[in-house]
Structures are given as structure tokens and as C-alpha cells.
């Protein structure tokens, strides 16, 4: 570089400039992360007053989280993204799709933006504290649904299975699908405009166009957006939380890998609470490393319509 | 024409479908609105689309609740998310800068690092982190909410693409030339060019923090030093159904409002800061 060849090396201020993010990092991300790890080998917990251990079991923790109720939870976080997901993921290439086809001539673009959007930067703890007293036995929406004659006796939606994992899967729904809509726009807008000038002369419809070109050529970002999501998924924890008080009720169907790990860390629980986060870091160490091979792909189109997606994780 | 009529079919067809997502946006919010302006008597009766007028005193049971103390919580969560979003993008920027303008020997495994770091989920380490906060005598303080944000791989990410586009070296060089220190340059030169990029995280770092329930809902301890989330999740544990439905409608208004006031002002940036980064890139 240009330094190298003049007297004064500044080389020195790199190392300057990046030191109080590494510091901070190492102090409050890798420790903590080490820390974790070792304990997940020890036996440590908190029984009343008395702290037993640390005593060094092995991989005992590991064997007894896996005896116990983590891979019904494990399937409860997957069935609770997946309520959300596939909705999201649908209307939002619809939506985007819409949005960049300028025969559609939609009015109020703006407009709906700015709402669709909106529910993705409300606190989701309040979100889920609004749905729990909108749709309890005595809430609005259960006087809306007698008073509309819909239903004779009021429905306890957060008695059922269905109902509480339907709430959390619209909440979900609603809180993201206005960001991957708009990320997905400005991945379709990213084509080149020619490739759709060529198809419309060669007698493209909207639906071949959608699915021959806008769909295979946006497919980076798609990937990206699935391995996010999942990875945001694998952090749910407030909306299930405050939504049924931490109990996952009924019956701990609602309850996430988060919300486990949460009650080991208020019981203190060491042991087990490092045995589940080292669990937890396996299965977003290989997600990470996908996203890394996304937006460092060599295929200028992949990496660049990859590095459009990196805001998203931001505010996860 | 045929594709005439499809298209308009289409066009109709899309408008219909965003008005009813409009709808399911706003509705919720909309009976939130109505519902905080009436009182708990009214409440009990079901529900009216139409205000009541007991706004002011639904809002005054609220700031007047102690074992809720939600002005307290405002006041908490604004000095930890105000904080957060100054040093995060301070130092994401600084970092960045480090990285782009310098050539040295550990530049590229830096950068492979935090890339490789940039989406990991801060909940793996959370509990190594409560021992350690624990051990440094951060616990039940709001210091341990802050200073982590120092290091967001994400934001840097997003300040690199933004030099990489918007911040020629030559400037920097000519700078060098003029006699500037290092520091002074990143201050006074570099930073007034990222600060467009810098609005923007600091708008998403802001929010970020305020809607953040997991890290401080471990850490905090005492009731006076809650953040709001915290506060919103101890309503949700009480026993709610004795307690007044028109504060408690009133507690969430107060959780989100700030946070919808200030989306409706920036909602041109914000919107189009979700994709600034890449964009540029």
C-alpha cells in the first residue's frame, strides 16, 4: 500500500483503532463464551441455599440434556418459527414483487411501507403483553367475536396448543415480514432492468417472469434471508415468554430453547445452562459459517446482493 | 387487450391484499389507543371502537404506581439506549476506519473475525457473561447494558461498506499532508462524512436496546434500576386480572409510544437505512 513506501508507518493506528473493539470482545463475548464451555463439563448448581460443585462430570450434562425435555423444545422453537416463517416469506415476496412492478401502478407505496414496517421496531415484550390481554377470556377481541355473533362462549385461545402457537407465529409474522419485504425489494431492484425488457419482448407473463427470473436471480438473498431467520428464530424468547409467563403453557408446548436455558440461568443452574449453550453454539456456529460463505461469495452477484442482507442481523 | 384486464385484475387484487396487512398492522395498535383512554369499569363492560376520556388519569395511575415505576423504567432504558447507540456507533465507525484506511499485519484476520462473528447470537454466552458481570461488580448495574455494545459486529459491518463507498483515501492523505493528527482526522474529518450511516445505526442500535428484554431481565435485580421490557414482563407475572385494565393498557402505550413517535418522524431514513449499507456496497 501507499504507507509502506513513505518514512512515518502508521500501521501502528490500525492496530489502535481496532483495539477497544477487540478489548470489548474479548472481555465480554470470548471470556464469557470459555467460561461457559467449561462449565458445561462440571457439575454446578444451586439446591436451596447450598451451592454443590463445581465438580468435573464429563459430558454428563450433555447426556442428561439430551434424556430431558430439550429436543421437545428444540421442535417447539422449530414448529413456533415455522408458524411465522412460511407466511412471511410468501407475502413478502409477493408483496415485493408488487411493489418494483411498475404496470401495477400501486398508489400509497410510501404509505404502506411505513406500516408494514412498523411492528418490526415495537418493544416485543409490550407486543406480546398487548396480544395476551387483547386475546384473553375477557379481552377485546373475544367481545368483538360474541358481540359479532361469531362464537356463543368466549375462546381460550392461550388454553389451546394451537391457539398460543398461533399467536406467537402471527406476532412473528407481523413483526417481520414488513423488514424481508423490503429487503427482498431492493434485492429485485438490484437486476438489471434489461433482462426484463428482454423477457417481456420474448411474450414473458408476470408468472413465468416471476419464477424463470426474479425468483432464481434474487436466490442469494433467499438463502440468506432462510439462514437469518432461522438463527433469529433459534433466539426466540420474549414474545413465547411474557405471552404465557415464562411457563410455555399448555403443558410446555410453547416453550423455546431460550426460555429453557433462561429458567437454568435464574436457577442457576451452571452446569446445565453451559451444557445447553454450547448446544446452542454448535448449531449457530454452522449457521454463522453459512452467512459467512454468503457475503463473502466470489460471485459479484452473490456477495453484493448477500451484503444488502447484513443489515437485517443488526437488530435481531 | 387481455393483459390490459390481468393487469388490472392484478393491481386491484394487490391493493385489496395490502389494505387487510395494513390492517392487521394497525388494528392491534388501534384498540391499544382506544382501550388506554378508558377506564377499568368501562373496560369490563367489552369492547367500544370509540375513546373514552379517562386518558389523563389512566396516564396519571401509571406514573403514580410504585411497585410499577415506569417513569423510573423510561428514564433507565433512555440512559442505556442512548449510551448504547453514542458508543456503538463511535466505535463501530472507529473500527471500521482502523480496518479500511490502515494496512497491517493482522488487518485481514481481523476482518475474517468479525465477519465470521457477525451474525452469532448473543444468548450462547449469556451465561458467562452474568458470572462475569457478577465477578466485576457489575451486577444489578446498567453499566453491563452499555459497554458490550462497543463491539457490534453487525454495525461495523455496515460502517465499512459505507467507507468502502462514500470515503475516498486521498482525503484522508491530504489530511496528513495539512499536518493533522490521527485521531483529529478520524474526528473531525472522517466522521461528519459517515454521518448519514451513523444516524441510521444509531437509530437501529437505539431501538435495538430499548425492545431488549434478555440480557437485562438476568442482570437487573432492583426495582429502581428496570428498563422498561423488565417492567412490561413483571405486569405480565403479577396477577392481572385484579389490577386496573386502563393502566395496564396505559403501561403498554407508554413501552411503545416514544419508539412510534420517533419511527413516524425518521420513517423515510429508517426505511431506507435498512438497505443503505448494501446498496452503497
Redesign the interface.
Known sequence: ????SKKIN?????????L???A??F???L??????IR?SFYEYFRSGLKEIGPNFIGMANYVSLLKSDMLKYAGNTLVLWLIGFVPQIV?SL??AS?FVDA?????GQ??????????N??????????????FSN?G?IN??L??LGITDNPIDFMGTVFGTRTLVGVMNF?MW???TT??L??AIMGISPDIFEASEIDGC??MQRFFRITLPLIRPILAYTLI?SI?GG??M??VP??LT??QGSPDRTSMTL?MF??NH??SKN?GM??AL??Y??IV??I???I??RI??DDDPDGS??A?????????? | MKSKGYNGFRTVFAHVVLVILSFMCLFFFYILLVNSTRSHADLQKGFSALPGGHFWTNLKNVTNDGTFPMVRGIINSLIVSGSSAAICTYFSALTAYGLYAYDFKLKKVAFTFIMAILVMPTQVTAMGFLRLVTKMGMYDSLLPLIIPSIASPSVFYFMYSYQQSSLPLSLVEAARIDGSKEFRTFNQIVLPIMKPAMAVQAIFTFVGSWNNYFVPALVIQSKDKMTVPILIALLRGADYMNRDMGKIYMMIMVAIVPIILVYLILSKYIIAGVTLGGVKG
Open positions: 500500500m501507499k504507507q509502506k502508521y500501521s501502528k493506528w490500525g492496530y489502535i483503532f481496532i477497544p473493539f477487540f470489548c470482545f472481555i465480554f463475548s471470556i464469557p463464551l470459555i467460561d461457559t462449565y407475502i409477493l408483496l408488487w404496470r401495477l401502478k400501486i398508489r410510501q404509505f404502506f411501507k411505513v406500516v408494514i414496517y412498523l411492528p421496531l415495537i418493544m416485543a415484550s409490550a407486543f406480546a403483553m398487548l396480544f395476551f390481554t387483547l375477557k377485546p367481545s368483538i360474541l358481540s407481523l415480514f414488513g423488514n423490503i429487503m425489494m431492493a407473463n408476470s437469518t438463527i433459534l433466539q424468547f420474549d415468554q411474557i409467563n415464562g431460550i436455558l433462561n440461568l435464574k451452571y445452562a453451559g449453550s454450547v446452542l453454539f449457530s456456529g449457521l454463522c459459517f452467512v459467512y457475503t463473502n453484493k446482493a451484503s444488502k442482507k447484513n443489515k437485517k442481523m443488526g437488530r435481531r
